[in-house]
């Protein structure tokens, strides 16, 4: 028999193989040698062309251009960065969920705030600072909250869920698809075995047209390693500067200390959280170390 070629979403990486899915089949693929001597790696959310040899597996023989690309987890294509906070029990790190929302707005994804643990404590304070700046806020619990809203927000959606340990993201998922603990286990449970599955990242379906991006490796973007900031472009990571960046004294400004600045004249009136300034100005610092030639 011939191969089929088709295109079809990579579903699930595992240890050189690719779960591609193509009209409710999976093909077990492989990637061909073309595209490992070119040095593409397929990710888990590519649109992947593929060859099925028509007993269920194949091989991957390119991928289609992507949207973008994050770097732990491996995905490519999501749509929405839904960055998981609690507003206590752990404190929330406000810098860590800053660089989290510079890392979904310069990938070009949805970026929304879930406030976890309402039910401990006024989420108010975290609410103001994130919707002042555009984010979407979903406010969660293990009571519900907003989780059915969430729901809805997700569906036919990719989603990559962020956020620091201990917060509540392994209960809210569970919460928001109990499918997904049914086939899986508990979600933390396979995350505190470890290393193993370090390599192993899924695409869960939803089951209402979305994915979500199932790795252990979720809490761990780490925005310095990445290179996708440069302290030029970090004004654009922060879309509630947008109205001011040009109406600083000085073309240039680096909006950390310069006077006539107007967004910091925007943090001094209340306009922009000074939260927000302040992992900006921690984040530039950061970054212009390590640009080269400055
Ligand atoms: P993860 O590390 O982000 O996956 O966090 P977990 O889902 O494992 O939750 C950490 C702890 O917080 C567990 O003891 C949960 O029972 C608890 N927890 C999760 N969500 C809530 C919530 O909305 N309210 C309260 N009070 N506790 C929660
Ligand atoms: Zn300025």
């Excluded at 990637?31 to 070119?38: D, G, K």
């Excluded at 994804?109 to 002042?132: A, F, H, Q, W």
């Excluded at 984010?135 to 809805?152: H, K, P, Y």
């Excluded at 989603?159 to 049914?182: C, D, I, M, W």
Aim: glycine share 10%; net charge neutral.
């Amino acid at each position: 028999m011939s191969a089929l070629s088709s295109t079809g979403r990579i579903v699930l990486s595992r240890k050189g193989f690719f779960n591609v899915e193509n009209g409710g089949t999976v093909c077990i693929c492989k990637a061909a040698t073309r595209l490992r001597l070119e040095k593409k790696e397929p990710l888990c959310g590519d649109i992947a062309e593929f060859t099925d040899n028509g007993d269920g597996t194949g091989f991957i023989t390119g991928l289609l251009p992507r949207r973008n690309c994050f770097p732990r987890p491996k995905v490519a294509n999501a749509d929405v960065l839904c960055i998981v906070a609690a507003v206590t029990d752990p404190e929330p790190d406000l810098f860590s969920i800053d660089k989290l929302t510079c890392l979904g707005v310069l990938n070009g994804v949805e970026t929304v705030i879930v406030l976890n643990k309402c039910d401990l404590g006024d989420c108010s304070p975290m609410r103001d600072i994130y919707s002042s700046c555009g984010f979407r806020v979903f406010r969660t619990s293990a009571e519900g909250g907003d989780t059915a809203l969430l729901r809805g927000y997700l569906a036919g959606r990719i989603t990559v869920f962020a956020g620091a340990s201990g917060v509540g993201k392994s209960t809210l998922l569970n919460r928001l698809y109990p499918q997904h603990e049914a086939q899986t286990g508990d979600i933390s449970d396979r995350i505190k075995r470890g290393k193993n599955t370090t390599r192993h990242t899924e695409l869960f379906p939803t089951g209402d047209g979305g994915h979500i991006a199932d790795t252990p490796g979720f809490s761990a973007l780490d925005i310095e390693d990445v290179g996708l900031f440069s302290s030029d472009t970090l004004t654009d990571a922060f879309p509630e500067f947008t109205p001011f960046v040009n109406e600083c004294r000085f073309r240039g400004c680096g909006h950390t200390k310069e006077i006539g600045c107007a967004v910091r004249n925007a943090v001094e009136r209340g306009i922009i959280p000074a939260s927000r300034h302040e992992s900006y100005v921690k984040l530039f610092g950061l970054l212009k170390n390590k640009t080269p030639n400055r």
